[in-house]
């Protein structure tokens, strides 16, 4: 491409401008300086308005397709930034599934007077997460809205990736029986965003788990290649995922309350905040729901992962009540446990 | 899938709550009952964060993906809202690539307040325009932000195609010789914006041109097999798109200011507010480099068809000056045409 001999000319001063969102030379100069010059030109042509793939890069199982929007507060938060929380969340949504990610998209909408070095960092972040999920950012978009209209930077990204042959993860698949799993303990993100919130005034030690899941996803396949079903518990927590499964499947899904792995620092910050760990916001946590006679080959090749060292088993799928969450407290006590009605923390992801 | 059986539900209340994006039953709700409802359940599996599909509905010749954010104001215009525009912004960013499209992403951020009635009238819109492009929405996202940080709504789009064998459209791959073609008058989208915009004051006929070009590019590549490439002139208008064009192929491209095909509307509004329509946003309009040769059986085929009636020619490829568009006046000079350097008008798509 042309674009490559170019010299590259990067944006001038140091916020963002209405100018940077026209479509003009000054968008090109943003867009080259920084997230060109931050996800590399390999991938990426400059001046056509679309990426093209080589179905070669698919297999042959099919293609997976999904797109998320990102508008945590704040932009940067201990663990992360949106940026790295843009790449991961997608990614998870496409490996829960299955599917490899093969490449990603990256739309920002800026408020006017955002700080450019904010913008070169989270570039950076989004490039740094892609690699590490194994992945490539192929085409992008860049708006910007007048101050006021926004609150600094959303992100949205979709990503594509190919599903092997064979493979059919489902929550329709679940059955009586199975095993449910977690990788890690419950509640990371949503506490260490929270905690970061400068309204609380709390000073934790809390980050949060936002991470790449393939890796976990590919050695939980590989060991127990009947699981049926795996969910990342993003918004609204492991309980919204086992709800879905239990509606889904028409099973039951049985917790106990003894089983669930919570640090310290989450049952501490849940404690003083009234917060129930099941409901709080993950991002590098996902809920498997594995035949019986594999979860345990499933735990033992999660365990020596990063991301995997708290893998459990909480609980199992029976057949009744059907669509139900349940949960047999510490006490002996049974509860349900039912969807999030109303919001718990905004802006969490 | 269970979800078929279930009775649907719609949201409660009459407008966006922060509950809507809070990951449980409110927003499952309101994907139900608007999401899902408009685009059809089809394609969509409801419950997994992500679709498949499969290769077999990409053809031989290569994937294409795109994405593009909406933060148009206002959010209905004449000619349009912000879901229609979101539709057709992507789905021909792929067809000016050649490609066709087959699934389209949408995901919403909503300011906490929005209407529901709006949410439900941009949700059939987007649906419509899908389906008059030939394909459909198979995956989403919703996010809420508290009053004050966000305007209202923001859509964004991603976009897959498949890219038939052998098509090869590229900005790079335009010679001299070329005639440089569009398929309708220029600035109907911005000049529409702009008039619609409550602080002109102005009452006007004219209406975005809004609309899907794949039916235009297809017939176009079958009577100009050997354009060399196509693309829509959205940002920054017609100056932009040449001005990129020059750039790429490291040609000059030379238009005649009196070809230039303008409504009486468009110019009208372009006298009084002092607008270059070369720099105004279209959202229905390719500017095409065709050799020479096949020049006029393409606009014999685009002025019968939709959008098509104006087709014309606007110029030539030539040698030099390399990377530069020059245009000759009404009155015999020339002038360059250089890329927008500030903004002209922000939120226009």
Redesign the interface.
């Known amino acids: 491409?042309?674009?490559d001999a170019?010299p590259r000319r990067g944006p001038r001063g140091e916020a963002v401008?209405?100018?940077h969102?026209?479509?003009?030379?000054?968008?090109?100069d943003l867009i080259d300086g920084i997230f060109l010059a931050a996800f590399g030109n390999a991938g990426i042509?400059a001046?056509?308005?679309?990426?093209?793939?080589?179905?070669a890069?698919?297999g042959?199982?099919?293609?997976?397709?999904?797109?998320?929007?990102?508008?945590i507060?704040p932009v940067f938060f201990p663990g992360g930034d949106i940026g790295r929380l843009a790449v991961c969340g997608t990614v998870n949504?496409?490996v829960?599934?299955g599917?490899r990610p093969v490449?990603l998209?990256?739309?920002?909408?800026l408020e006017e007077g955002l700080p450019l070095a904010d913008l070169r960092r989270i570039a950076a972040s989004m490039a740094a997460a892609a690699a590490e999920a194994g992945c490539r950012i192929?085409?992008?978009?860049t708006?910007?809205?007048?101050r006021?209209?926004?609150?600094r930077i959303?992100v949205?990204t979709?990503g594509?990736?190919s599903?092997p042959q064979g493979r059919e993860l489902?929550?329709?698949r679940i059955r009586p029986g199975d095993a449910l799993i977690v990788n890690s303990t419950l509640g990371l993100h949503g506490a260490a965003v929270m905690a970061a919130r400068g309204d609380l005034g709390l000073a934790t030690a809390l980050e949060s788990d936002c991470r790449p899941l393939g890796a976990l996803v590919e050695a939980l396949l590989d060991a127990a290649p009947g699981t049926h079903a795996i969910?990342?518990a993003?918004?609204?927590?492991v309980a919204?995922v086992l709800n879905?499964f239990a509606?889904?499947?028409?099973v039951c899904c049985r917790i106990d309350e003894d089983r669930l792995p919570l640090t310290e620092a989450v049952r501490g910050l849940s404690e003083i905040l009234g917060l129930d760990p099941l409901y709080l916001?993950n991002e590098g946590l996902f809920v498997a729901a594995v035949p019986e006679p594999e979860a345990e080959a499933a735990l033992a090749v999660l365990r020596p992962l990063p991301g995997g060292a708290a893998a459990c088993r909480i609980g199992t799928v029976t057949g009744a009540p059907a669509g139900r969450v349940v949960m047999t407290s510490f006490f002996g006590g049974e509860r349900l446990v039912d969807?999030?009605?109303?919001?718990?923390?905004?802006?969490i992801?």
């Open positions: 491409m042309a674009d170019a401008t209405l100018a969102g026209a479509g003009g030379r000054a968008m090109r042509a001046l056509e308005d679309q990426a093209r793939l080589p179905l890069d698919f042959g199982g099919g293609l997976a397709f999904t797109t998320d929007s990102f508008v507060d949504d496409l829960v599934g599917a490449a998209s990256c739309s920002v909408i192929v085409t992008g978009d708006k910007v809205v007048p006021g209209a926004a609150d959303f949205n979709a594509i990736g599903i489902a929550a329709t969910r990342d993003t918004r609204g927590g919204t879905e509606d889904a499947a028409g916001a969807m999030l009605e109303g919001d718990q923390l905004p802006r992801c």
